[in-house]
């Protein structure tokens, strides 16, 4: 078994937290693990890729062009950014917001729009899962459980190994106090969003 | 045991980055002091440690740089415990000064030098590859490929450095630093070292007599150290019976694992790499016909065997160049060219805009820059909007003039083309070519507001200044036959306040002063729209440039910004030496009370030490003071106007100064009310375009704030020439 999942955002969407509880779940599942992430220039605001490798033996965290089972998208443009690291068949699951970068003011983001965005990506994505996170995240009443719905999202995927158990398990030695609870709710209303689709 | 490394049970399993692990590893050898400054990729490693020191007694301190903390770990060994000093690779240049002399006297406690490299410059200046450090100074190094080696070799470079008596370095790379890898974790030896310093003045005072004993004493010591590599566990040869060998260190030795089927090649793992394991090398070679080296940044392998072994295929041979970091495509790549595997079809990337990093919504640094940029103000019309009704021309000549009369008015309504017209008017140049040309030094411009006035005892009416101008702005009063321009009515022009079309805003912002940066999230002001910033070289280089910039002639005034920690760091040498030399420049300390960048790390400012515990406060403007500067201000950058005053002030102001502009960072603290636009907005661009705040877009009929973006810091609200911002609450 091997699983290579990238993640894809923006600074301060909770990237580097998802993707550390994806990874502590794997490991108390007994699966080998390694992820690489970047800590770039911005606290907030910048493109943030985190690669995630599962498997019973990983060599290096980086995921080969073309070769990813899964992205899991925060944001519209961020994910179309790293589509070519999809395979062929693999599944996307993203979330339905377009954040304009500082360069929207000129040249081709200009013309970039969220209609365009989405159809670019419908276009090259055969199994594409689209999750209005923010809303789901406000009507739980807190915008910052996006990550926790996405998480929840990608662990309901046929390809994903990782037992529920786990990811709760992770969840809960993660983050603090009253947040368990909201995500661990927010994990499974997550979960739903693609056994509905 | 809270601590996340702190977990006793020897053999199990955790989540770790290299940093961490690196932590682990100081852990488990019961290590008693550690100490470094924080640099990205390598600032988890002090605070991991730090986190978990007072479960096993270690003293933890953020130094103020690395040369301080490199001294410190000194110290404590010479007192003979163990100690570890982390870093980034830039780090290590702050602190060659201590480390090139310390490899002579040597140590006696274990000093394990953990440094981080940035290839690719992640979030780095250079990509400075430090193994050339450890040739440079000596000091045995052993490289990291991945979090369990940096484990490992932490926990051993005690030992080495015990053995050998000399600091060892342990290296990681970004990808190691900050990779998470599931990490077996060993015994923690808890230490029960007792320190006590043997006064040796031969070995610890490095006068040239005792110096170059000390010399001859290392050299001796890197021979041992080269048995010891020729031994190392952490030099694996994987003999697989093939033909092809390779060679490999760090990261890249395990992309190329994972690209390539293992079975089909011999393998040769380099980890402890200096001084160079020669005969480990000699021994792999005779096993097999053809040898690839694999190493990210400098051909340190190659050069090291390229002598004996010419026929080796690296860096030119593989197309893998020495600038940036490898990734498995590229290292995939080289063995496709070679026929070695096989190339996988890959799709192109999308023709998508870039998303640079930006300074955050409501980060103070960008309401400073803000102030900055916009201390002159001028009346400023957009022609999309003036329809030429000259309104403007009327309302200038009743305030100044008594009368309705568009020609005694200092702005000028004209005709661009079939479709816009423009109200033009004086924009307070800062090298104004009409007082560079006026014949009797009649015009002078004002350092504070930048207001260029007339003398009219000495305009003798010739019209020079009017030719010179190139935006039309200056003409003769029709009377006295003297020059007259726009004096902006003190900051509130009534022109502005008549337009009926609101095309006329009082703002303008010129980016024509010169400010050297420095190395901070503060850095990411030379992007646009901001655009303030005009250097970064290394920490502290800005104030020392700017004085630089003056001595050589530059200009009049030379602004330097610096963040409060690296002011800390190495601004304050800078400092006292303008102080000394009277360089007339204006140092701008941004503090936001904390190691933003870095993830948040105490500062000497900010009344907190690394292990979590009060300290004393040490004062910007104390230390700004103590250092000879006279002219010291504080101001509150989210008050832009108040800000705007303090610099036109220190625009006037002859010699050394500083501006201390305080506020928190705005990730430490609890978010403000989040502001709305309202519908009335005529998307003047202000927002958006000059002052840059990410969380606002606009389009051609107005702009929006992205509420779960907006901190609430509400200087949008302050600068909006329409007052059309609002908070929400």
């Not at chain 2, 003769?476 to 020059?483: D, F, I, T, V, Y």
Request: hydrophobic share 40%; glycine share 8%.
């Amino acid at each position: 078994m091997k699983l290579d999942i990238v993640f894809s955002g923006i600074g301060g969407q909770g990237i580097v937290v998802a993707s550390d509880i994806f990874c502590e779940a794997a490991l108390i599942d007994g699966w080998d693990v390694a992820k690489a992430e970047i800590h770039g220039m911005a606290q907030r605001g910048g493109s943030i890729v985190a690669h995630v490798r599962v498997g019973e033996k990983v060599q290096a965290p980086l995921i080969e062009r073309g070769k990813a089972h899964i992205i899991l998208g925060f944001e519209m443009l961020e994910t179309a950014r790293v589509l070519p690291m999809l395979n062929d068949d693999g599944s996307v699951i993203m979330n339905i917001k377009y954040i304009p970068p500082s360069t929207s003011l000129v040249g081709s983001a200009k013309s970039l729009n969220h209609e365009k965005l989405l159809g670019m990506i419908r276009d090259r994505v055969h199994t594409l899962y689209e999750i209005d996170g923010i809303d789901i995240a406000n009507r739980l009443g807190n915008t910052l459980v996006v990550n926790t719905i996405l998480l929840g999202a990608l662990s309901a995927l046929p390809e994903n190994p990782v037992k529920q158990e786990a990811f709760e398990k992770a969840i809960a030695l993660r983050l603090k106090g009253k947040y368990v609870n909201l995500n661990l709710k927010a994990f499974q209303i997550g979960r739903k969003q693609v056994n509905l689709s | 045991m809270n601590a996340k490394i702190a977990v006793d049970k020897p053999g199990s399993f955790l989540l770790l980055n290299g940093d961490e692990a690196v932590a682990r590893g100081a852990v488990e050898a019961g290590v008693n002091v550690a100490a470094s400054y924080p640099g990205t990729p390598s600032t988890e490693i002090l605070e991991t440690i730090a986190d978990a020191a007072k479960n096993f007694g270690i003293y933890a301190e953020w130094s103020i740089n690395e040369i301080v903390a490199l001294e410190v770990a000194a110290g404590a060994s010479m007192a003979g415990v163990r100690a570890i000093v982390s870093m980034k690779h830039v780090g290590l240049n702050v602190a060659a000064d201590a480390a090139m002399t310390l490899a002579y006297t040597g140590v006696i406690g274990g000093l394990v030098i953990a440094v981080c490299d940035d290839p690719a410059m992640h979030s780095s200046q250079n990509e400075q590859d430090t193994r050339y450090f450890a040739v440079h100074s000596n000091i045995p190094l052993l490289d990291a490929g991945n979090p369990q080696e940096a484990l490992e070799m932490t926990r051993e470079a005690f030992k080495i450095s015990e053995r050998l008596q000399l600091p060892v370095i342990v290296r990681l790379t970004t990808r190691v630093a900050h990779g998470k890898a599931r990490v077996a974790i060993n015994e923690i030896v808890k230490s029960s070292r007792k320190a006590e310093f043997d006064k040796n003045a031969s070995r610890w005072v490095m006068v040239p007599s005792n110096a170059i004993k000390q010399h001859r004493v290392l050299k001796g010591r890197v021979q041992e150290a080269t048995e010891l590599a020729n031994s190392s566990k952490f030099n694996v040869i994987e003999d697989n019976g093939k033909e092809i060998g390779i060679v490999g260190s760090g990261i890249g030795y395990y992309y190329a694992r994972s690209v390539l089927d293992t079975s089909q090649f011999s393998w040769l793992n380099l980890g402890f790499v200096y001084p160079f394991p020669m005969e480990v090398f000699k021994r792999f070679a005779s096993k097999v016909k053809k040898i690839i080296v694999i190493e990210e940044l400098r051909p340190y392998i190659e050069n090291n065997i390229k002598c004996l072994y010419p026929e080796i295929l690296g860096k030119d041979k593989l197309g893998l160049d020495e600038i940036g970091e490898f990734t498995p495509d590229a290292i995939k790549d080289a063995f496709v060219d070679l026929e070695l595997c096989e190339k996988s079809e890959t799709q192109e990337d999308l023709d998508l805009p870039s998303r640079p990093p930006v300074l955050c919504p409501g980060c103070p640094h960008r309401a400073f820059y803000y102030a900055l940029n916009t201390v002159n103000q001028f009346v400023v019309c957009d022609p999309q909007k003036c329809t030429g009704c000259v309104v403007c021309e009327y309302a200038c000549s009743a305030e100044k003039e008594k009368v309705f009369n568009p020609i005694k008015s200092r702005i000028r309504a004209i005709r661009l083309d079939a479709f816009s017209n423009l109200a033009m008017t004086c924009r307070v140049c800062e090298e104004a070519p009409c007082v560079a040309a006026c014949p009797k030094d009649a015009l002078s411009r004002s350092t504070e507001t930048g207001v260029i006035t007339v003398n009219e005892e000495q305009c003798n009416g010739c019209g020079w200044c009017i030719n010179a101008c190139e935006y039309g702005a200056i003409t003769l009063h029709p009377n006295s036959r003297k020059a007259i321009l726009c004096d902006t009515c003190n900051g509130e022009p009534v022109c502005v306040q008549w337009c009926p079309e609101s095309a006329l805003s009082f703002k303008g912002r010129s980016t024509d002063k010169i400010v050297t940066g420095d190395i901070g999230c503060y850095t990411l002001g030379f992007l646009p729209p901001v655009n303030t910033v005009q250097t970064c070289l290394c920490m502290g280089a800005g104030i020392s440039q700017a004085a630089g910039m003056i001595h050589a002639g530059v200009k009049d005034k030379v602004f330097a910004v610096i963040g409060d920690s690296t002011f800390f760091h190495a601004g304050m040498p800078g400092l006292l030496n303008i102080a000394y030399n009277k360089s007339n420049v204006c140092v701008i300390i941004l503090d936001n009370n904390t190691v933003a960048m870095t993830g948040h790390q105490p500062t000497p400012g900010s009344g907190k030490n690394a292990l979590g515990e009060q300290t004393k406060i040490i004062q910007l403007e104390d230390v700004a003071r103590s250092l000879g500067i006279e002219k010291v201000e504080v101001v509150d950058p989210f008050d832009v106007e108040g800000t705007r005053k303090v610099i036109r002030e220190v625009l006037a102001y002859r010699g050394p100064s500083v501006i201390i502009s305080r506020r928190p960072c705005p990730l430490l603290i609890k978010r403000g009310p989040t502001r709305e636009i309202l519908k009335e907005c005529n998307s003047c661009g202000v927002c958006v375009e000059e002052f840059g705040c990410p969380a606002i877009s606009i389009s051609p009929e107005r702009a929006e704030i992205d509420p779960t973006l907006c901190y609430g810091c509400g200087v949008c609200e302050e600068i909006c020439p329409f007052e059309v911002i609002r908070s929400k609450e």
